[in-house]
């Protein structure tokens, strides 16, 4: 069967966890994510984009915005941004402060996504944030947030310096409803955690475009959506790859540390029947395969739902397949290069 000349083209983007191989050293870890975004730039991806995720052994994207500065020095021409920074950990001035700076040294690259959850446990999220605020405040906060980074007002009292008159890309991140509709409230671009909360992605995007209000920072509505991905050269090889994403979902359904491990044969006497589900549904949008597999599973999805740009998430154990996935990614027909 021939490849279907009637796919859509979109922007490709990648969300990056900076994951640490078991054994690796956070250093190591974070050359890797150095190499990976700039062969993602060097292919043509929009964005590289880096989570907030705290007090979690094996993941080591906690000081969000520090790699984001790290990312953007060590390329050159590539969106980077936060996916995201999650909002009720951090006072909104420190955020305008530290990503309006970034917009200084780095200008027309800087992306800021915004999350709602606290991307952590509890105990950790009262060490984040002391005076208890939470998800409640989150509106309010997105609105400071925009005002500090919008035109210096000196009749505030408080402006973000540097900050102020950056006018940062602002995005809302969701898995489920809420950001949706404050997305399409304050005219904001949108982005769906569909890597790992698959369920609502149709019903939150539809909500997004038809409540959606003009704004300054957006004219139209602007929806994009998070997928896990684990491209290969052959389908067996695919299967083979994704047991390391099976291995750390279930790692983090059993609150296990999320080292990255080895890809194993079977995952038979890893886990359970109800684990292997649980497991499965948490991966219900991942594209698997080679090129050719890929683009049959995109157009399916692509021709069910509409959104502009799409964001990969791709655990793959070694970096030199993980490098060589983009490869892959980029040679699909809906691949749309900047």
């Not at 991806?45 to 994207?61: D, K, V, Y």
């Not at 530290?98 to 917009?103: A, N």
């Not at 692509?302 to 070694?318: G, H, I, N, Q």
Request: glycine share 8%.
């Amino acid at each position: 069967m021939g490849v279907c000349i009637l796919s859509v083209s979109v922007p490709f983007s990648l969300l990056e966890l900076a994951s640490i191989r078991e054994g690796d050293s956070v250093g190591q870890t974070l050359a890797n994510s150095v190499a990976y975004a700039r062969h993602a730039e060097s292919l043509g991806f929009q964005r590289f984009w880096l989570a907030e995720h705290h007090n979690m052994l094996g993941i080591s994207s906690a000081a969000t915005s520090v790699l984001v500065g790290h990312i953007a020095g060590a390329t050159e021409s590539i969106r980077v941004g936060s996916g995201g920074v999650m909002l009720p950990n951090h006072p909104p001035l420190v955020i305008a402060e530290q990503f309006g700076t970034l917009e200084i040294l780095y200008p027309g690259r800087i992306d800021l996504g915004l999350g709602r959850a606290p991307g952590t446990d509890p105990m950790t999220s009262r060490a984040l944030r002391r005076e208890g605020l939470g998800a409640e405040q989150f509106p309010d906060d997105v609105a400071e947030l925009q005002r500090l980074l919008g035109p210096l007002d000196t009749s505030q009292g408080v402006n973000a310096i540097p900050g102020a008159g950056t006018q940062v890309p602002i995005w809302l991140l969701g898995s489920s409803l809420y950001s949706a509709k404050l997305a399409a409230q304050r005219g904001l671009p949108y982005a769906f955690a569909g890597h790992f909360a698959p369920r609502l992605y149709r019903e939150a995007l539809r909500i997004y475009r038809d409540q959606f209000q003009p704004s300054a920072q957006l004219s139209k509505p602007y929806a994009m959506l998070a997928l896990p991905a684990v491209p290969a050269d052959s389908d067996e090889e695919a299967h083979y790859l994704t047991t390391t994403s099976y291995q750390r979902i279930l790692a983090l359904f059993r609150g296990q540390p999320l080292w990255m491990k080895p890809p194993v044969q079977s995952m038979d006497g890893l886990w359970n029947p109800q684990e292997e589900a649980g497991v499965k549904d948490f991966l219900g949008l991942q594209l698997l395969g080679t090129a050719a597999s890929m683009q049959g599973q995109l157009d399916q999805l692509l021709d069910s739902v509409e959104v502009d740009e799409l964001m990969v998430t791709v655990d793959l154990y070694d970096p030199v397949k993980r490098r060589h996935a983009l490869d892959i990614l980029a040679s699909l027909a809906q691949f749309q290069a900047v």
